[in-house]
């Protein structure tokens, strides 16, 4: 059976739905807002660790979608208790949606190499998804960055590649059937022992996203380079978590600095046309028109 994790999330969601209309697979979801199982979503919830035996019962492949919106320590805690529930109950292969190699430089990447690191010393197999930065996370930082007729953001010249979240919900389904095939059939397991790097191939800087918006919104809108201070000082202000607004100015930081690279991927091993992304972006930006 496969279970994936986090499915009231829009990545686990997605992936739940792509294996459920995949056909032939027994799937379960997994969520803090488990129905105890009768809808098929098992209760599963990181932060008490007491719910994962039950829910890892029987699984024979874990798609295992990070829960990074905490601060670090949080995160190494319940990443580490899955790996740990999971080599208990017998869980014979992880999948792990991680961070792209252009992600490094972000102060997000430290949560997902330690996870990475303490699933390779497990008793299981592994696939890691290096995924790259979503396409809709880009688009709704340019929207909480937007003030009329002007995109304020400290990403000087900078870009950061994005990709479609549904292309690699779509490689996370393709990868976790395949590998439930391989165990039934008792053969080698194809994707075992391999991380798959999912850059975006695009990259998108402030005067793309104005460009964007400005075609979105349908009246003018401005780029202007802010400086990080600035940004930190808005961003503070703005209610988000004190955790966020770090790792929001590292993302800022990295792509301003020219950073984020990404050295090319295997998206396009499992997908033959990825979802263009800055149409992704436009599409968000209009819906929050
Ligand atoms: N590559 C990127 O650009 C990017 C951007 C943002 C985040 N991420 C990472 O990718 C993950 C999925 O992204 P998303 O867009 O689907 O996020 P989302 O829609 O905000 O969903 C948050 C996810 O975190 C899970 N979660 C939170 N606390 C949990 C806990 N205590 N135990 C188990 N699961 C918990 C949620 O599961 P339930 O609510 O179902 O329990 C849900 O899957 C995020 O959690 C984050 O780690 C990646």
Redesign the pocket.
């Known amino acids: 059976m496969i279970l994936v994790?986090?499915?009231?999330?829009?990545?686990?969601?997605?992936i739940l739905r792509g294996l459920r209309a995949h056909g032939g697979l027994e799937v379960a979801?997994?969520?803090?807002?488990?129905d105890g199982g009768a809808g098929g979503?098992r209760l599963?919830?990181?932060?008490?660790p007491r719910t994962l035996p039950g829910a890892f019962a029987g699984v024979d492949v874990l798609v295992l979608?990070?829960?990074?919106?905490?601060e670090d320590d949080v995160?190494l805690a319940?990443h580490g208790a899955?790996v740990r529930a999971a080599a208990e109950a017998g869980v014979r292969h992880v999948v792990y949606?991680s961070?792209?190699g252009s992600?490094d430089p972000l102060s997000?990447a430290l949560?997902?190499r330690w996870t990475e690191a303490r699933l390779a010393e497990a008793p299981f197999e592994v696939t890691v998804l290096r995924?790259?930065?979503?396409a809709?996370?880009?688009a709704d930082l340019a929207l909480a960055g937007t003030v009329g007729d002007v995109l304020a953001a400290p990403l000087a010249d900078g870009a950061m590649p994005?990709?479609a979240?549904d292309d690699?919900a779509d490689v996370a389904v393709r990868v976790a059937a395949e590998t439930h095939a391989d165990l039934a059939a008792g053969r080698p397991r194809r994707h075992a022992g391999r991380t798959y790097e999912l850059e975006g191939e695009t990259a998108l800087g402030g005067a793309d996203l104005a460009a964007l918006l400005t075609e979105a919104l349908g009246r003018p809108v401005g780029y202007r380079p802010v400086p990080l201070g600035e940004a930190r000082a808005a961003l503070g202000a703005s209610g988000l978590e004190p955790y966020q607004v770090g790792h929001t100015l590292s993302l800022f930081s990295a792509a301003g600095a020219g950073l984020m690279r990404s050295r090319g991927g295997d998206l396009r091993a499992f997908l033959d046309v990825p979802r263009p992304a800055a149409r992704v972006v436009a599409a968000r930006l209009a819906s929050a028109r």
Not at 5 to 14: F, K
Not at 29 to 34: D, I
């Open positions: 994790t986090g499915v009231s999330g829009a990545l686990g969601g997605s979801g997994g969520s803090r807002a488990g979503v599963v919830d990181f932060d008490r979608v990070s829960a990074g919106y905490a995160v319940r899955v949606t961070l792209a992600g997000i949560a997902h995924n790259g930065l979503y809709e996370l880009l994005v990709v979240r690699l």
